[in-house]
């Protein structure tokens, strides 16, 4: 990838003439030389792509052919100013963000694919893989059980991560289908289908509408949660299930609470009731929280905050039928074909050592990308996006839903493992 190169003010044009005649002309001449090799370094740096810094091990090849370059080899003379732009920011953004980026099809992720827990046998780019009914793609065997499939392990750099702010860009211009250029990211170079649904666009990112969440709505849903009788976002049913989840697997008794994506607050209530002491929400909206316990973040603001050292920590994760929209452009993102693993590493990167999380995604036996509702979770995407987690509750990831039409939620409980 060539970057724009780096020209230090006035050093491509020193005047030696001007030394010459003075008794300090060998020192001055040394000088510039030393500033010509300075330029001739730094151009190289800034325009190789196979970054080699402390987001990755040197062994790691994160080369890769530009975005912007393939759309001007496949059609050259035309010109799409949202592509240029588009794929210019993606561009920048898998240049920096290092290997979490460089997962683009199954030799890529067997390289970092491990069974069970930390510490079992790692997959290599010579893996053969097989493909086993129902489409599930396995090393050696199709998975059994909780320690016997599929968990990736990856070099995360969390500072370069926050600092892309490409992560956090909206757009509400983008066609009915994915760009031809961008399948083989989402799709894992071919080996999850992209099936077309109905294409929505909700301005929720950078809109104008503000949410309200009063102290006395959110003490209402607690109580009404604690009864069994919150409607939530998805049910009575649903909302009970993540309640019992929320109090039963997790532990969160005095401890700090990030939620990812809650327009309303019934995930917050759920943590509030299991006796969290602060529930900070992330979400695309901006939301004006009155209750003491809950603070909220916009994505930009959330970046802002950690990035200047406001955010802190936190004890657990809570999110549910969320990030499967990450990077689809439903609600006023940008398209992203990371846009869902970008997002809980950010999460990953702000939470404690040993950190809980409850992951709630739609789960398909086929893995797929319904455009663009969401993503389905199948033996590819769960491991995917969970990377660096290691699941705590000893269920499989539920594949026996049928085919990648029928999604259902699915919950599961994680440990952060470094």
């Not at 001055?28 to 151009?43: K, T």
């Not at 050259?76 to 099809?105: A, F």
């Not at 693993?341 to 999380?357: D, F, N, P, Y």
Request: glycine share 8%; net charge negative; hydrophobic share 35%.
């Amino acid at each position: 990838m060539t970057s724009p190169q780096l020209h230090p003010e006035n050093k491509s044009s020193f005047d030696f003439s001007a030394i010459t005649s003075r008794p300090y002309a060998i020192f001055g001449v040394v000088i510039a030389s030393l500033l010509v090799i300075n330029q001739i370094y730094y151009s190289h740096v800034m325009s190789s792509s196979n970054l080699s810094s402390s987001s990755s091990s040197p062994s790691y090849d994160l080369s890769f052919t530009p975005l912007v370059e393939i759309l001007n080899t496949r059609n050259p003379g035309e010109y799409s100013p949202w592509k240029q732009e588009l794929y210019t920011r993606l561009d920048h953004m898998r240049s920096k963000c290092g290997v979490p980026c460089s997962i683009n099809s199954i030799d890529d992720f067997y390289k970092f694919a491990t069974r069970g827990y930390p510490g079992g046998t790692r997959g290599s780019s010579s893996t053969t893989t097989t493909t086993s009914s129902p489409g599930i793609i396995t090393a050696d065997k199709e998975p059994t059980g909780s320690n016997s499939e599929v968990r990736l392990e990856v070099p995360i750099n969390c500072q370069q991560i926050f600092e892309l702010k490409e992560i956090d860009a909206g757009d509400m211009t983008f066609p009915p289908a994915p760009p031809e250029e961008l399948v083989p990211l989402y799709t894992l170079g071919g080996s999850i289908p992209v099936v077309p649904n109905e294409v929505l666009k909700s301005a929720y990112l950078n809109g104008n509408d503000k949410l309200i969440w009063t102290r006395e709505d959110v003490e209402t849903r607690k109580e009404l949660l604690k009864k069994g009788e919150l409607t939530g976002t998805y049910g009575i049913p649903e909302t009970n299930k993540i309640r019992d989840f929320v109090l039963n697997k997790m532990s969160i008794y005095g401890k700090s609470v990030l939620v990812i994506g809650s327009e309303r607050p019934w995930l917050e209530a759920a943590a509030l009731l299991a006796g969290a002491a602060k529930v900070t929400t992330l979400e695309y909206a901006e939301i004006d929280s009155q209750h003491p316990q809950i603070d909220t973040y916009t994505p930009s603001a959330f970046r802002a905050a950690y990035m200047d050292g406001t955010l802190g920590t936190f004890d657990a994760i809570l999110s549910h039928s969320s990030l499967e929209h990450s990077g689809l452009g439903r609600y006023g993102d940008a398209l992203n074909p990371w846009g869902d693993i970008l997002s809980l590493a950010r999460a990953w990167c702000v939470t404690k050592e040993h950190g809980q999380m409850m992951l709630g995604l739609p789960t398909c036996s086929k893995d797929a990308v319904l455009w663009n509702i969401h993503r389905c979770y199948g033996p590819i995407r769960w491991p995917l996006i969970t990377m660096n987690w290691v699941k705590t509750d000893g269920r499989d990831y539920s594949y026996e839903a049928d085919g990648i039409g029928s999604a259902i939620g699915v919950l599961h409980a994680f440990k952060k493992v470094s």
